[in-house]
């Protein structure tokens, strides 16, 4: 693939298409011809909205091209100087290569969907790019083209190195000499080669998978001839480089011309560095020493970092949190977590809550292994986290508020992926959830007198001391067509033991997003067998039809703004688990499809078609969805019981933020749901009966996931 594939932010709103209106067309034909020697590729482009620069361009051996530039009125602010910024690119070229052999030259803005630039001799299409400087630089790297691939016409599939690799290196020279260095693309390859993903320099396009093509094809290469340009000094580089044009250009030459020509000035060292193009890894000009103090206080250090990167770096920052106990905490986070990873990592954000006037606060721990075995990664962590987590005030108006404390000692082993190109990904992990968390004990205060019964309450905090051990495997392919991921986990806390399967399966619509299907099985054993007071001790563990509430979520995994409420928007929050119902029966003893038994369910959320969505007439953008749940639990099929063996809800879902936030509005519903909506819930009955989730990471395979897990 000859595209330009760095992955490049765009901004909001440069991908829409404002609208502009085409001139009208002349009723006469026109016929147009094109002539081209030595080339082996040929493009065409029109646009009848075209604003059209040229100029004229003096090369260095005095003979004049000309140079046009062609673009539409939504870009021509970035467009401005297009055709400087192909002047400059073709002169740096010539001088650092051979002479551009051609009359003229055409850079021609295309839509978004070239997602950076292709390359065809004499002209070259660029998507929408955010800033004069990116513009300039895909300019450059397209213009180059012209040599690396057309006129040394070296084959793009088989040795991508060639054409890419060698024309990302003067690009980047370009680059450098227009606006200095930055390093940060090596940070992202050394980061591939640290984790064992990497693939060689000399992979054909076939085998690279998308990062390390932009890593290893492009990137690495970049590097390499970075390396040969220091070893042999700039002039010395330079003529064989000129050589190699003068010997090979109009021709199609393989990696053994380029060596031959190198070999002349490299001798006997030749066969070593030519070697790097087949070995993985980090090459020897590239290793990281030394230490730095990073720190967003002083911008200038986060700048040093990505020009200058060092092995180790010690990262301070200030930091804060949210929550409705603590309120608004303030903190200061200590890591040295960065670009590539150290085998040790760790992070520390003590905080202290204003609102509970309390330490609180995350810490990691995290050592990692890597194998080029068939376990890639074996991390060995210990998290711990403390906040607080439910408050209550008596009838003095004295505030309590309680506290909870984890710490989760685990091990994770992260398979290798069959190859580079794989897009299926497993961890089998276990984690031990020690955890201590403050509960109210209401007594009766028998010193005071003279009061109700009621006032007379006496309040002590009891510590609650629990364990769960949880192992985990799950296995995700993240395939464009039908991804999905399964989970089995199992849970042992005391004498309950808890076996669950969760499978996520995404079905495509044909044009855009589609259909997301989620099957959830559990089933709960007690050692020693069952009984009515282990049902009631083990309630909190039971399995739920509703997605569990925050005093459900017993190993604290899920972000809750308000833990522990009945009351206000704080406890309408629910966390995707178990059954994953939306419909909440929190007032009940036990909740509507409860059991500490066994329990599926099954959940659909579609998006819906801009044509039925009732919200489109907004000017902003709603993304709207459909969910529906169906589910099932052992006590309904009981002989004597009464109850619907089917549960199920249905509503809108409103995903915004990227899915950070999922609003869950029932509209449909068993008439167990309907009976509890209007006996137990008080007005406004409708506002208390949606429900959402906050999702903070919803990639369980990231690596990313692993840091924000605590
Ligand atoms: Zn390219």
Not at 660 to 670: Q, R
């Amino acid at each position: 693939m000859p595209t330009k594939k760095t992955k490049r932010k765009t901004k909001r709103g440069i991908g829409k298409t404002v609208k502009q209106p085409f001139p009208p067309s002349s009723t006469e034909t026109k016929t147009l011809q094109y002539r081209q020697d030595s080339v082996h590729d040929f493009a065409w482009f029109a646009d009848k909205r075209f604003i059209v620069n040229t100029d004229s361009c003096r090369l260095p051996s005095g003979a004049v091209i000309n140079v046009y530039s062609f673009y539409t009125p939504q870009q021509a602010a970035t467009w401005k100087n297009s055709v400087q910024y192909a002047k400059d690119a073709l002169r740096f070229y010539s001088n650092e290569i051979g002479e551009y052999p051609y009359s003229t030259a055409s850079v021609v803005q295309g839509p978004q969907s070239f997602g950076g630039g292709m390359e065809y001799p004499t002209i070259t299409v660029i998507a929408p790019t955010p800033t004069p400087k990116d513009l300039d630089q895909v300019i450059a790297h397209e213009l180059g083209h012209n040599w690396f691939y057309g006129i040394l016409a070296s084959n793009e599939r088989d040795h991508p190195w060639m054409d890419e690799g060698i024309n990302t290196f003067y690009e980047y020279k370009y680059m450098q000499s227009k606006y200095g260095t930055t390093k940060a693309n090596e940070l992202l390859f050394q980061t591939t080669a640290v984790r064992r993903i990497d693939q060689p320099i000399e992979s054909t396009s076939e085998e690279f998978n998308e990062i390390n093509y932009a890593a290893s094809a492009y990137h690495k290469t970049a590097e390499w001839m970075r390396m040969l340009e220091t070893q042999l000094g700039t002039n010395v580089f330079r003529n064989q480089m000129h050589q190699y044009f003068a010997q090979w250009k109009f021709k199609h030459p393989q990696p053994q011309d380029i060596k031959l020509i190198f070999q002349a000035e490299l001798g006997a060292k030749s066969d070593e560095v030519f070697s790097l193009l087949y070995t993985k890894g980090v090459l020897p000009n590239n290793q990281l020493k030394g230490f730095k103090l990073v720190t967003p206080l002083k911008p200038a250090s986060i700048k040093s970092y990505l020009q200058n990167p060092t092995k180790n770096i010690l990262l301070l920052s200030p930091a804060g949190g949210i929550n409705g106990y603590d309120k608004l905490m303030i903190g200061g986070l200590i890591s040295n977590y960065k670009l590539p990873p150290n085998n040790f990592q760790f992070i520390a954000i003590p905080m202290y809550g204003t609102g509970s006037k309390k330490f609180t606060g995350i810490g990691k721990l995290n050592y990692t292994h890597m194998s080029d075995g068939a376990i890639r990664k074996t991390d060995i962590f210990l998290n711990a986290a403390r906040f607080s987590m439910n408050d209550f005030i008596d009838s003095f108006g004295n505030k309590y508020i309680t506290t909870f404390n984890k710490i989760v000692p685990g091990i994770k082993f992260t398979f290798k992926q069959k190859t580079p190109r794989s897009s299926v990904r497993k961890y089998i992990q276990w984690k031990s959830f020690i955890m201590s968390e403050d509960n109210f004990h209401f007594g009766s205060d028998t010193s005071i007198t003279g009061v109700d019964t009621s006032v007379r309450q006496k309040i002590s905090i009891v510590k609650n001391n629990y364990q769960v051990n949880q192992l985990q495997f799950v296995y995700q392919n993240t395939r464009a067509l039908y991804p999905f991921q399964y989970q089995f986990s199992i849970e042992q806390i005391n004498e309950l033991v808890k076996p669950t399967l969760t499978i996520n399966y995404f079905f495509n619509y044909p044009k855009s997003e589609g259909l997301n299907v989620r099957l959830f099985a559990g089933k709960i054993f007690y050692a020693n067998g069952r009984n009515e007071i282990k049902s009631f001790e083990y309630d909190r563990y039971a399995l739920g039809m509703t997605a569990p509430n925050g005093y459900e979520d017993y190993t604290y995994t899920h972000y809750f703004l308000r833990r522990n409420e009945f009351e206000g928007a704080g406890s309408q929050q629910i966390a995707m688990r178990d059954g994953g119902f939306k419909f909440r029966t929190d007032l009940l003893s036990p909740e509507v499809g409860k059991t500490d038994n066994w329990l599926i369910a099954l959940n659909f959320s579609s998006s819906i078609s801009e044509k039925i969505n009732p919200l489109s007439i907004l000017p902003f953008e709603v993304p709207l969805k459909v969910y529906a749940d169906i589910g099932t639990y052992a006590e309904p099929w009981d002989k004597n019981s009464t109850e619907d063996r089917f549960l199920f809800d249905a509503g809108l879902q409103l995903s915004v933020l990227k899915e950070f936030v999922n609003i869950y509005i029932p509209l449909i519903h068993n008439k167990i749901y309907k009976e509890y909506y209007n006996s137990y819930l008080t007005k406004p009955r409708f506002w208390k009966s949606i429900s959402f989730t906050l999702n903070f990471y919803n990639k369980p395979l990231s690596d990313l996931n692993n840091l924000l897990e605590f």
